[in-house]
T-cell receptor
Framework: AQSVTQLDSHVSVSEGTPVLLRCNYS??????LFWYVQHPNKGLQLLLK??????LVKGINGFEAEFKKSETSFHLTKPSAHMSDAAEYFC???????????FGSGTKLNVKP | DVKVTQSSRYLVKRTGEKVFLECVQD?????MFWYRQDPGLGLRLIYF???????EKGDIPEGYSVSREKKERFSLILESTSTNQTSMYLC????????????FGPGTRLTVL
């Protein structure tokens, strides 16, 4: 069963414009949610995480995400894209036991000059 | 600084050969994971270990086995490689618990000819 869905496989934005990467999850329990970034030929790096505290989570490099339980969403946003943001982004959820992580299929972000 | 290391960045093997991928973490984490990453499929869990000598199958364990004899070390074994095992293999570790994220190694790109 799919536990996390990234709604766009590719997103293209112009430098300086907002970024929105969408993620929906399915869970009967209160999940923990994460966003990771993977630059070309690099390992995965944690951007931010939600673990039941504030629903608006701020991460590194100006990214933030909002946990919306009613919509089962955890979309990633950034007000102004930079060329260095071009990468693949993964939404990740852990469910009841918090020891297994379920990955979305990834969204590739392209930033045009 | 936390660190997960993998024994090789690139490997090229012939069909039927045995492959041994090693992962070491220096954070005293309880949990360790092996994933494979393929374009458009995100990360898929092969095996997971929550303690020394303990393991649990992930979503795609067929054709793989694992070993965890020491807490810091988690090995992935491909007894007889096939071309469909050509992939990027990622190791990760986590402390465990609700707020715990995963830390990833740089990955091993395995090509089976």
């Amino acid at each position: 069963a799919q536990s996390v869905t990234q709604l766009d496989s590719h997103v293209s934005v112009s430098e300086g414009t907002p970024v929105l990467l969408r993620c929906n999850y399915s869970s009967s329990y209160s999940p923990s949610l994460f966003w990771y970034v993977q630059h070309p030929n690099k390992g995965l790096q944690l951007l931010l995480k939600y673990t039941s505290a504030a629903t608006l989570v701020k991460g590194i490099n100006g990214f933030e995400a909002e946990f919306k339980k009613s919509e089962t969403s955890f979309h990633l946003t950034k007000p102004s894209a930079h060329m260095s943001d071009a990468a693949e982004y993964f939404c990740v959820v852990t469910l009841y036991n918090f020891n297994k992580f379920y990955f979305g299929s990834g969204t590739k972000l392209n930033v045009k000059p | 600084d936390v660190k997960v290391t993998q024994s090789s960045r690139y490997l090229v093997k012939r069909t039927g050969e045995k492959v041994f991928l090693e992962c070491v973490q220096d954070m005293d984490h309880e949990n360790m994971f092996w994933y494979r990453q393929d374009p458009g499929l995100g990360l898929r869990l092969i095996y997971f270990s929550y303690d020394v000598k303990m393991k649990e199958k992930g979503d795609i364990p067929e054709g793989y086995s694992v070993s965890r004899e020491k807490k810091e070390r988690f090995s992935l074994i491909l007894e007889s490689t096939s071309t469909n095992q050509t992939s990027m293999y990622l190791c990760a570790s986590s402390l465990g618990g609700r707020a715990s994220e995963q830390f990833f190694g740089p990955g091993t790109r395995l090509t089976v000819l």
